[in-house]
């Protein structure tokens, strides 16, 4: 008679395969950043430069995966959680995953900003530094790490997760849904998506509820839904594959600008378009076993290990390879090398820095969960 795997043995495999997802949404936003090289390195009336143009937009894409990917595992992580201590910890427990490494980076190119004489100005290292944008009206100020636009939906959604664990309620899944489904409705009904304050719009895109797909995807998964009906789940991803260009196609490629998305003008066409199809393929990828290839295999596995510091440094690697390559050089060996580079340097970054500091972080809050479980002696 065959085993049946055991509730941790399965929770493990899941995550091994939304391990590989989140190197395959990295990537994505890699190869969307290779517009820098056509811009760079084609001209303008060529056939080649025309399918950068058009091609790479789809790279965005990897974004809406990262976005139910967080869903689902924040979903995780605070499933034993309970009451305003737990809410706290966890939100530290956010930030020392995610904000040192940021901060290097960050810390790194505002330096280098300033020796070539760039003027940030006040808003500019707020917005770098503390991510929320608290002080913008009308217009949207970049953090120096541009790609810092997507943390900020990240913390927006944290601090909903955290105020359902204050709150201590039983739905809990349903709650984070529900408000994370609420808040655009209500920016909709109230037209805030065109507010003048850009943390408005942002506390009410629809991108949120991207986050709310993925823990939608976790209550399904922890009541098996996943596993009882595998074949549904993966025609449905082949679908959604099929609609991610056929999304990108509307608006004139729109639904991949991020200014576009913050400003309010493509948030629910991206979202339903999107989103959905990034929820669709993730259930796929929850059905995939641990003894199949995608769930074993080393390469994606470990590029999905590395996908946090590749987010981080290729942006500004991307840049700079295709700025500095020779003129003559060919744009795809141009964008090989940007790609290759850029995979070497996240490697080097998650070694040296992600990982040690990720490790001790980890300790601090054992230690520091630990005293507090400890009833203090006279």
């Known amino acids: 008679m065959k085993a049946t795997p055991s509730k941790n043995q399965t929770s493990d495999q899941r995550l091994e395969s939304i391990q590989v997802l989140r190197g395959i949404a990295a990537l994505l936003v890699v190869f969307c950043h290779q517009i820098y090289v056509g811009h760079d390195h084609l001209p303008p009336n060529g056939w080649l430069y ?10 965005a894409f990897g974004v809406d995966l990262f976005f139910v990917i967080s869903g689902f595992v924040m979903l995780f992580s605070v499933e034993k959680l309970h009451g305003a201590s737990s809410a706290g910890q966890f939100l530290v427990g956010r930030a020392l995953r995610i904000l040192p490494i940021y901060y290097l980076v960050a810390g790194t190119l505002f330096l280098r900003g300033l020796q070539a004489g760039t003027d940030f100005g006040a808003v ?29 939906f990240e913390f927006i959604f944290y601090l ?6 204050v709150a201590d309620v039983r739905q809990r899944a349903a709650t984070i849904v529900g408000i994370t489904i609420a808040l655009p409705l209500l920016g909709l009904s109230l037209g805030l998506e065109h507010a003048s304050a850009v943390i408005v719009r942002m506390i009410t895109n629809p991108i949120l509820i991207e986050f709310s797909l993925g823990a939608l995807a976790y209550v399904a998964w922890r009541k098996g839904l996943i ?22 196609s509307m608006r004139d490629g729109g639904v991949a600008n991020a200014d576009e998305l913050i400003d309010g003008g493509i948030g629910w066409l991206r979202t339903i378009g999107w989103g959905s ?10 059905t995939v076993r641990s003894d199949q290839w995608l769930a074993r295999n080393r390469p994606l596995l470990l590029l999905g290990d590395i996908s946090y510091s590749l987010y981080l440094v ?21 964008a090989a090398i940007a790609m290759l580079v ?37």
């Open 227 to 248: 596993e009882r009906h595998r074949a549904t789940w993966q025609l449905l991803a082949l679908v959604a594959l099929v609609s991610v260009p056929l999304t990108l």
């Open 277 to 286: 199809s990034a929820a669709l393929i993730f259930l796929a990828i929850l």
């Open 160 to 165: 909903v997760v955290a105020t359902v664990v």
């Open 124 to 152: 500019g290292f707020v917005n770098s530094f503390l991510l929320l944008p608290l002080t913008d009206q009308d217009a949207y100020n970049w953090p120096v790490l541009i790609v810092g636009w997507t943390l900020v």
């Open 314 to 334: 290729h942006l500004p690697i991307v840049a700079i390879v295709a700025r500095k390559a020779p003129a003559s050089f060919p744009a795809l060996l141009t």
């Open 50 to 59: 025309w399918l950068f143009e058009s091609a790479t937009p789809i790279g």
């Open 342 to 378: 850029s995979i070497v340097a996240a490697l080097i970054l998650y070694r040296l820095v992600e990982r040690p500091l990720h490790q001790r972080s980890r300790q601090w809050l054992r230690r520091h969960q630990m005293r507090r479980a400890v009833p203090a002696t006279t």
